[in-house]
């Protein structure tokens, strides 16, 4: 029997209610601000029911909404942020074709892996990358972390790594190394089963990288075709430092609070020349030369152009401590002069001096992001992105083949041809 309330003041309120939680939910899963940033905030309970095929489906339908889950969980990019974002991508058009929802790993530090703290959507627009691959189903790491959880029948897993290297496309199956991954890799985050039991597979791409599309398109078939498997969770991570798959999409593009940032220091500084200085593997020797040339090279364009404002992006710490980037380990004297040369001939501008997310920083785990690469890092692409004039590393002076250089390049290029960015002056040019 239906329970009929003949109150229809207080249905209207239900009914206003029901709106109004709506428009809430409509806004927190709309606004990228509004997304939760960390993962630990909020505990996902571990469901006490006994174990049953129907709790289970029905664990399995509010997570992935179907009965039974598939998941690509690429818990580990072994490299900082432009590349991690390339391989990422390949790991996308791997789920596309095994048929898998891909786990949105978590972002922090200028990487993409499971100990990170930020969710996908504090690095990426989750948006675009769903419209990037529209037959793609994704979930963050924070709601797999939840599913895992819930279940009581803990979902199996299988490992894959990609390694370098070997002989080519091979693959062999070696022993299980589960404490490792729990401890390192930060598995033991997870609800599912892996253990001395779990299938470990390490796929060769060959001793020569795969340069070719042909080969990398043999390669990714191979791949495919080793990886059809009815566990629920593959679990997979590489340490291939060039494209895995061909024909990759353009990089994901970052989140929208990303760009405001990047806008107000565009807006306040603009017009400028912005230079990309990445100082990692410069010639110790050269690095005075490589500021006085510099020097020069902005006192033409300051005359030539008569744009005044200089903005600086770079690996170098600028404010004080370790680099911004984890592969640049020797900082000489040398490094700090030549800085300062700049410094002190110009009136800099930077990430650091524009005081970037100022809303965010009083919070100490997410003030760590500014002392590090991450953030701070997107930041510095955009704005050099939109510059009036681009200014990168020439050989010698540090990292002239930075993928972090080519980003911003390709896309100046991009914006000049759509004539959509009526300030760039010029595409690239080494000082
Ligand atoms: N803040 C900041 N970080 C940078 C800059 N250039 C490089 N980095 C950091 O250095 C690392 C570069 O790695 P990656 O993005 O893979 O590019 P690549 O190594 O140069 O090919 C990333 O963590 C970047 O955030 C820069 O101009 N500003
Ligand atoms: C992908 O999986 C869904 C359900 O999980 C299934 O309906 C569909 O046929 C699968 N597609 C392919 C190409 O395997
Ligand atoms: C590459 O990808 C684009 C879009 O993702 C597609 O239109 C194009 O046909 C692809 N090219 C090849 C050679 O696969
Ligand atoms: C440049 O010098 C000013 C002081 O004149 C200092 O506050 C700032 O941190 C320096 N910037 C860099 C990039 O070293
Ligand atoms: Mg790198």
């Not at 991690?84 to 996308?92: E, L, P």
């Not at 779990?198 to 791949?223: A, P, R």
């Amino acid at each position: 029997m239906a329970i009929r309330i003949k109150n229809t003041r207080l249905c209207s309120s239900f009914f206003v209610m029901f709106l109004l939680l709506n428009v809430i939910l409509y806004l927190y899963y709309d606004n990228d601000m509004s997304e939760k940033l960390t993962e630990f905030t909020e505990q996902c309970d571990e469901t006490k029911y006994s174990p049953s095929n129907e709790h289970e489906e029905a664990i399995n339908r509010k997570f992935c909404g179907k009965s039974e889950c598939k998941f690509l969980f690429t818990y580990l990019q072994p490299e900082q942020e432009t590349k991690a974002n390339m391989h990422f991508r390949s790991f996308v058009k791997l789920a596309k074709a095994l048929n898998r929802t891909m786990v949105l790993t978590n972002v922090g530090n200028s990487r993409i892996n499971a100990c990170q703290k930020f969710t996908f959507g504090f690095y990426y627009n989750v948006k675009a990358l769903q419209k990037m691959f529209p037959d793609v189903k994704f979930i963050t790491q924070k709601d797999f972390q939840c599913w895992s959880k819930k279940r009581r029948i803990k979902p199996n897993t299988e490992h894959v790594k990609i390694l370098p290297g070997g002989k080519i496309q091979s693959m062999k199956l070696v022993t299980p190394y589960p404490d490792l991954l729990k401890t390192k890799s930060c598995l033991n985050r997870f609800g599912f089963k892996m253990d001395d039991q779990t299938v470990f597979k390490q796929f060769y791409t060959g001793q020569k990288s795969l340069e070719s599309i042909k080969k990398q398109t043999k390669f990714s078939e191979f791949l495919i075709n080793n990886l059809k498997t009815d566990v629920e969770i593959l679990l997979t991570t590489h340490l291939v430092y060039y494209p895995l798959f061909s024909n990759i999409s353009k990089p994901i593009p970052y989140s929208n609070h990303n760009f405001e940032e990047a806008s107000k220091i565009i807006n306040r500084i603009k017009p400028y020349v912005a230079i990309h200085w990445r100082m990692e593997r410069a010639i110790l020797d050269k690095l005075p030369e490589c500021a006085e040339a510099l020097v020069k090279k902005l006192q033409k364009i300051k005359e030539s152009q008569g744009i005044q404002n200089v903005y600086l992006a770079t690996d170098y710490p600028i404010t004080g401590g370790t680099t911004q980037s984890q592969t640049f380990h020797l900082l000489t004297e040398k490094h700090h002069k030549a800085i300062n040369l700049l410094n002190s001939t110009f009136n800099i501008h930077t990430w650091s001096s524009s005081k970037i997310f100022a809303n965010l920083r009083n919070d100490e785990m997410i003030e760590k992001e500014f002392s590090g690469a991450g953030i701070p890092g997107i930041v510095d692409k955009l704005v050099c992105m939109d510059a009036d004039y681009f200014l990168a590393t020439p050989e010698g002076c540090g990292r002239a083949q930075s993928t972090y250089t080519t980003m911003i390049v390709n896309e100046r290029e991009k914006s000049i041809e759509l004539g959509v960015k009526p300030q760039l002056k010029n595409i690239v040019e080494r000082w």
